[in-house]
Nanobody, 121 residues
Framework: QVQLVESGGGLVQAGGSLRLSCTASGTIVSIARMSWYRQAPGKERELVATIISGGNPNYADSVKGRFTISRDNAKDTVYLQMNSLESEDTAVYYC???????????????WGQGTQVTVSS
């Protein structure tokens, strides 16, 4: 069984910062891609940032220069440092991982349960 568990969401004033964490656990052999998505009320889920093993991170235009994604491969953990937060960043943030499990050659997609980020103006 594989799980992604997020933490770090909360309420912050505009201009403030938050750091999200997401740890994958279970019978994991390898994680290729870890990403953060977000979904605001009434909107579709959108990709915020992604980091591929051995590759450079990529960001949505709306967060470039403000958000930083990083990864600790030893801990199977991905982070999202969010600075200069704006009210438009208010959303539920979801962690995503594309990984390979023990005993299978297939790649699987997993999602975290989501963590609420609310930015007050």
């Amino acid at each position: 069984q594989v799980q992604l568990v997020e933490s770090g969401g909360g309420l912050v004033q505009a201009g403030g910062s938050l750091r999200l964490s997401c740890t994958a656990s279970g019978t994991i052999v390898s994680i290729a891609r870890m990403s953060w998505y977000r979904q605001a009320p009434g909107k579709e889920r959108e990709l915020v940032a992604t980091i591929i093993s051995g590759g450079n991170p990529n960001y949505a235009d709306s967060v470039k220069g403000r958000f930083t994604i990083s990864r600790d491969n030893a801990k199977d953990t991905v982070y999202l440092q969010m600075n200069s937060l704006e009210s438009e960043d208010t959303a539920v943030y979801y962690c995503y991982a594309n990984l390979k499990k023990t005993g299978t050659e297939a790649w699987w997609a997993y999602w975290g349960q989501g963590t609420q980020v609310t930015v007050s103006s």
